[in-house]
């Protein structure tokens, strides 16, 4: 069948799809289902495999939908093999990204992307479920495999309420999301420690929120706004020249750029020159910003190497300054009471795509226990 007729197909099955028929789906692959931990961190990224090979099975019924490589690690060609990959990034990610069903329950660029340990199998030429189970996964690749084995022997009448599973589930994720954000943009009365919190959480995207949250109290003036954190960090992001993890921007145009680095992270004199390259490719910055969670990261000996260092003296790197999110914090604070901050990162929270579902799930918890 043509690539646009299945396209167009599967974009108006999941406008139609509300319910599926459970009792028409094989109890083994239910319980392997049941088993998969949608949402949670890692566990997004080959979802939409899934998705792919089922959708590919139900189109191609004679076709082995484990076949997930078209080429082996020899770039031969694998008799009977498809690049599972391409299909989903050309078809699965910009469906469900249309509807907003990616969030949470798959990758929004590619199951293989993230997915390393699926790519590393190529050599086995099928995605067969006798594999070493030694490779690190944060997802269960095991489990995966016995799923798309499964598809791989359901026919066509089954395959599609399958198809009918995987969007019923998306659009069980997007409304439990759409409900938390409701609940994350309205004004609450919550007060508790903002560090303490990221201190027992780790998610790079949240210490970003926290940071951005910072940045718009101090910048909260009429033609400047923060920009990023609706931005993936990838190496994509990377490649496409943002000044920064986060940008304060006036009139449209970058002032500031904000590197981030989370509380397992720390800067080196190779941070130093890509941000002088980042300076020299934007010449209206009027500075650049490290802000590091880590207190300790802010105050090594390296760091007051680099201060003290004709590097950050002249040239380019005069405008680069190094600040810990403590200090950042502070500063913040006796403009803004703790609540305020807490309401702007809540809305921040849910703006950036990245962040931990368990992270959004634990700061709402401790708004709505906090006392209104």
Not at 26 to 37: A, C, D, E
Not at 180 to 198: P, Y
Not at 344 to 366: N, R, V
Request: overall charge negative; aromatic content about 8%.
């Amino acid at each position: 069948m043509d690539s646009n007729q299945i396209r167009k197909e599967l974009d108006e099955l999941i406008v139609e799809t509300v319910s599926y028929d459970q009792d028409a789906l094989p109890k083994r692959l239910l319980s392997y289902l049941s088993m998969w931990k949608w949402g949670k961190y890692g566990w997004v990224s080959p979802a939409s495999l899934m998705y792919t090979a089922a959708w590919r099975k139900y189109y191609y019924p004679d076709i082995d939908c484990c076949k997930i490589w078209a080429s082996d690690e020899n770039n031969k060609p694998i008799p009977g093999g498809y690049s599972i990959r391409s299909e989903d990034e050309s078809i699965s990610i910009p469906l469900l990204a249309k509807h907003d069903l990616c969030e949470g329950f798959c990758s929004p660029n590619s199951g293989m992307q993230g997915s390393r340990a699926i790519e590393k199998m190529r050599t086995l030429k099928r995605l067969d479920t006798d594999f070493d189970s030694a490779q690190r996964t944060l997802f269960d690749l095991k489990l995966f495999a016995n799923i798309m084995n499964e598809i791989n022997d359901l026919q066509s009448p089954k395959l599609l309420e399958l198809l009918k599973y995987f969007i019923c589930t998306a659009k069980e994720i997007k409304a439990h999301r759409d409900a938390v954000n409701l609940t994350l943009n309205q004004e609450s009365a919550a007060s508790f420690g903002v560090l303490d919190f990221l201190a027992e959480v780790h998610d790079p995207e949240l210490t970003k929120c926290v940071v951005a949250a910072c940045m718009q109290v101090i910048f909260d003036k009429h033609g400047i706004s923060i920009s990023g954190v609706d931005d993936y960090k990838t190496a994509a992001d990377a490649r496409a020249g943002k000044p920064g993890d986060l940008t304060v921007e006036k009139g449209g145009n970058p002032i500031l750029a904000i590197e981030v680095k989370d509380k397992t992270q720390k800067i080196d004199w190779n941070n130093i020159e890509r941000a002088k390259r980042i300076i020299t490719a934007h010449p209206d910055l009027k500075g650049f910003v490290f802000v590091l969670e880590s207190r300790d990261a802010a105050t090594n000996h390296l760091i007051n190497e680099m201060v003290t260092s004709s590097q950050l003296a002249t040239g380019e790197g005069k405008i680069i300054s190094i600040m810990s999110l403590f200090s950042l914090y502070q500063l913040v604070l006796p403009i803004e009471s703790e609540n305020a901050i807490i309401n702007i990162t809540s809305k921040f929270i849910t703006m950036a795509p990245a962040i931990k579902p368990e992270t959004k799930e634990k700061w709402l918890e401790k708004i709505v226990n906090q006392p209104q």
